[in-house]
């Protein structure tokens, strides 16, 4: 059960994009399509931005995407707004009901 | 509208135990999983602890397996967390989560506990 690998900080200007990649094993990320990833501002609960790799829960804007390739998921912010800057987590199933997430990444809207 | 609220945290000396409560309402609490996640501060989320929606089964992560111990009462739409023998790297604010699809969608605003003499 060791942590995702994420960046520890990314960065973009308003309008561009980023993509925040999540690098697991055929354990974790390559071996189940249940990854799904977090934004949290500082002070705030987690919320939930993309699940079962690539869906949107309702009221979370079409800017965020995710993808996977093999052992490695992506996020990717598109037409980034200062509201983005947060940290932001990747997390996978693991297998027998249980679960590992990333270490986290800091997304700075410059 | 679906409702998390954690509570028993507080200052904890190290080695005692305590025990904490999430309240679930606007939903059906009997017929989904929950999870405890916690984080430590400045640090990230670390996922804790599943249990099926009727408290049958129970899974844990490694680091906390044999000391933390999972319950619910679906009579009171309560989830619990016991943890035993606090250690320093207890101190986090801990969270319970509804659990659906495998996914953690919706999340409580967390209880914090500090272990501390």
């Known amino acids: 059960q060791s942590a995702l690998t994420q960046p520890r900080s990314v960065s973009g200007s308003p309008g561009q994009s980023v993509t925040i990649s999540c690098t697991g094993t055929s354990s974790d990320v390559g071996g189940y399509n249940y990854v799904s990833w977090y934004q949290q501002h500082p002070g705030k609960t987690p919320k939930l931005m993309i699940y079962?790799?690539?869906k949107r829960p309702s009221g979370v804007p079409d800017r965020f995407s995710g993808s996977k390739s093999g052992n490695t998921a992506s996020l990717t912010i598109s037409g980034l707004q200062a509201e983005d800057e947060a940290d932001y987590y990747c997390?996978?199933?693991?297998?027998?009901?249980?679960?590992?997430f990333g270490g986290g990444t800091q997304l700075a809207v410059l | 509208q679906v409702q998390l609220v954690e509570s028993g945290g507080g200052v904890v000396q190290p080695g005692r135990s305590l025990r904490l409560s999430c309240a679930a309402s606007g939903f059906t609490f009997s017929s989904y999983a929950m999870v405890w996640i916690r984080q430590a501060p400045g640090k990230g989320l670390e996922w804790l602890t599943l249990i099926s929606y009727d408290g049958s089964k129970t899974y844990y992560a490694d680091s906390v397996k044999g000391r933390f111990t999972i319950s619910r009462d679906n009579s009171k739409n309560t989830l619990y967390l016991q943890i035993d023998s606090l250690r320093a790297e207890d101190t986090a604010v801990y969270y319970c989560a509804r659990e659906e699809r495998l996914t953690s969608e919706y999340w409580g605003q967390g209880t914090l506990v500090a272990a501390s003499s």
């Open positions: 997390c996978s199933y693991a297998g027998s009901f249980t679960f590992v």
């Open positions: 079962e790799v690539n």
